[in-house]
């Protein structure tokens, strides 16, 4: 199973919001949640997917397929 798969619906959108580049408050306007709780969605990748910083949770959204740089996110 991908590491993916262990992740909550709020871990994984914030993956990908990362992986889109958007900033911590970005996230949190998007999502409608308090910055706090998406400091930690993202402390929690870090522990999920073995990663140390949030350019290898990006780079990890990337090449997991989590996100299409094609896309637009607004």
């Known amino acids: 199973m991908s590491k993916r798969g262990n992740l909550n ?3 994984g959108n914030v993956l990908r919001l990362i ?8 996230i949190a306007a998007r999502l409608g949640l308090k910055s706090s709780t ?10 999920k997917l073995g990663t140390t910083s949030r350019t290898q949770v990006a ?16």
């Open 9 to 11: 619906p709020t871990e």
């Open 19 to 26: 992986g889109h580049g958007l900033s911590t408050k970005q």
């Open 38 to 47: 998406i400091d930690m969605a993202a402390r929690s990748l870090n522990k």
């Open 59 to 74: 780079l990890y959204a990337v090449r997991s397929g989590a996100v299409n740089l094609d896309e637009v996110t607004l």
